[in-house]
């Protein structure tokens, strides 16, 4: 899952100041085995670590679902190669009113989906006000968790605690120029439409194929339409050819893709949901790639021959508390917690080379990070002192941990919730060990306000403060148990509203140390998680939101 909040908002971003001045932007064959093709053809094999959800970008929140969705759509704008700045992908440019509440995109022209319909600015509306106007389920945080948490409501909000939608409305003005309308300026409006999220689907698949055709509930939805599973049509690079439920998506080449075609003819993702059973079967051939490398395998592959790439860091690993459950509700029991682990050794033990300790909920390398937050160094005598003074008790500590995922900011759970409860126990904790399957049993579980103590973490989606501590702490939070203090959300709306750069990275420096003193849980790792490739598979980018294409690389 790439988020794991319900109340992430959208900050007046690092482009508030553009904003202001009206922002503009222009820019411009052998299926039965991995090794098989050559230049500029041939099949590329890639193993991930679970099936996808359902392959409708605006319906899930999940890593392997949006790894396929993003070679079969696209959106208006997309991240950079290997980076977070934004750059045109189907607008050629787009310019926002000086009060910042119309965003309009021109088009690229000649673009088509691939079920031979034109992309056009009707097309543009028709995926906008489809999102803006879903009803029922669909509404749940469960199912549209993407559109809930940026815009933050719907036309019609069947929640009464849903707010007024950023998004009001879109305008067809001519074939080639769609007209955004907002309720309320925002400048990381335009980061945001670069997700998976709100890329953009073929109208008449979506209709022929009943998209919304929803049942069951937000926690367990029925998903009884055909569009997701069996008729997925965008605009991007691959087209969809067909899916093997929990085995294997098949992808192939799109021949009239408006921009550099891709490079290999087929396009396969596994499903290789262990760790181990990944490597061997790199190792013997019947892939040719595999993401979230387990750190011990690391040296092996690579002196065996196989090459490994690192995606940069742009997550965070932690443990969260529900303070509104006992001993959780107690700052010294959670200081003592942080206190108690040696994550040093965590990190060492379970993580790949570059991997480094998180003092805060946001990597260094955004805006708003801050040096002096307040730091829990490993220290077991300071956590036995912490928990005589806090006079409590039952030390008791129902501890989750999920199973059946790998994630990249967490390789193998089950092994950090080891050494953690080895060293909670040590200093007096008693530990409650709790568990369930990742996908839907403990996504639900934390998200909804199950798990007192579990673990737990965050891939950023776009370039922003505000996407890591503003998904968390902006506002009341189920997963850490209703998580209520109203400076820090005052803090979080002050840094969102303003539009200085500098005045906005003090005002989030200072949200952090808040966060840190506070501790509502405690961040311990940013990760470098590796990829895995044979020899004679070029082109791949790793990317820190992990959005990367698969449409520049090649087999031999």
Avoid at 19 to 32: Q, R
Avoid at 66 to 83: K, M, Y
Avoid at 500 to 526: C, W
Wanted: include cysteine; glycine fraction near 10%.
């Amino acid at each position: 899952m790439r988020g794991t909040s319900l109340n992430r908002r959208l900050a007046a971003g690092a482009l508030a100041g553009a904003l202001a001045l009206g922002l503009t932007a222009c820019g411009g064959d052998d299926d039965d085995g991995a090794a098989s093709g050559g230049e500029g053809g041939g099949t590329l094999v890639f193993a991930g670590s679970a099936d996808p959800v359902i392959l409708d970008g605006s319906l899930v929140s999940d890593g392997e679902s949006t790894r396929v969705i993003n070679q079969i759509f696209e959106g208006l704008v997309r991240s950079e190669e290997g980076g977070t700045e934004i750059e045109p992908a189907l607008a050629e440019s787009w310019e926002a009113s000086p009060d910042g509440l119309q965003w309009t995109f021109t088009l690229r022209e000649g673009v088509t989906f691939h079920d031979g319909e034109p992309f056009d600015a009707e097309a543009v509306c028709f995926n906008f006000e489809r999102w803006y106007n879903f009803t029922g389920v669909l509404q749940s945080p469960a199912v549209s968790y993407y559109w809930g948490t940026v815009m933050g409501g719907f036309a019609a909000n069947e929640d009464p605690a849903m707010g007024q939608s950023l998004y009001t409305g879109c305008e067809a003005s001519d074939e080639h120029t769609a007209v955004i309308t907002l309720s309320r300026p925002s400048s990381a409006f335009l980061s945001a439409l670069a997700m998976p999220a709100f890329t953009m689907a073929s109208p008449a698949a979506l209709t022929e194929f009943q998209a919304d055709a929803v049942s069951g509930t937000g926690e367990s939805p029925s998903f009884d339409g055909t569009f997701g599973y069996e008729h997925p049509v965008g605009t991007g690079p691959f087209q969809f050819e067909s899916w093997e439920r929990g085995s294997e998506v098949r992808l192939s080449k799109y021949e009239e893709y408006w921009d550099e075609p891709a490079q290999v003819d087929e396009l396969i993702f596994t499903v290789i949901p262990d760790g181990p059973a990944r490597r061997q079967a790199l190792e013997s051939g019947e892939i040719d790639g595999y993401d979230l490398v387990d750190p011990a395998d690391v040296d092996l592959l690579e002196s065996a021959g196989f090459q490994m790439l690192r995606r940069p860091a742009f997550n965070v690993a932690y443990i969260g508390f529900q303070q509104n459950y006992p001993p959780f509700d107690n700052l010294q029991i959670r200081q003592a917690i942080a206190h108690a682990i040696d994550f040093d050794n965590l990190i060492r033990t379970n993580y790949p080379e570059g991997a480094v300790r998180a003092t805060q909920f946001m990597p260094p390398e955004l805006f708003g990070w801050a040096e002096d937050v307040t730091t829990y160094d490993y220290d077991p005598d300071r956590a036995r002192e912490l928990i005589a003074e806090s006079g409590v008790t039952d030390l008791t500590l129902p501890f989750w941990y999920p199973t059946d995922v790998s994630r990249p900011y967490m390789p193998d759970a089950q092994a950090n919730w080891e050494l953690m409860a080895a060293d909670l126990e040590a200093v007096g904790f008693t530990i409650e060990p709790n568990t369930a399957p990742w996908n839907p049993d403990y996504l639900d579980a934390t998200q909804t306000g199950g798990t007192p103590m579990f673990l737990l973490g965050w891939n950023g989606d776009f370039g922003d403060p505000d996407n890591f501590i503003g998904t968390f702490f902006q506002d009341v939070n189920p997963q850490f148990g209703s998580f209520n203090n109203p400076e820090i959300f005052a803090k979080l709306d002050e840094a969102e509203q303003e539009t200085d750069e500098d005045a906005r990275t003090a005002l989030y420096q200072e949200a952090n140390r808040m966060i840190m003193d506070f501790l509502p849980g405690i961040p311990y790792v940013h990760s470098e998680p590796a990829i895995a490739f044979r020899e004679g598979v070029d082109g791949f980018v790793p990317d820190p939101l992990s959005n990367e294409s698969f449409a520049t690389v090649t087999v031999d």
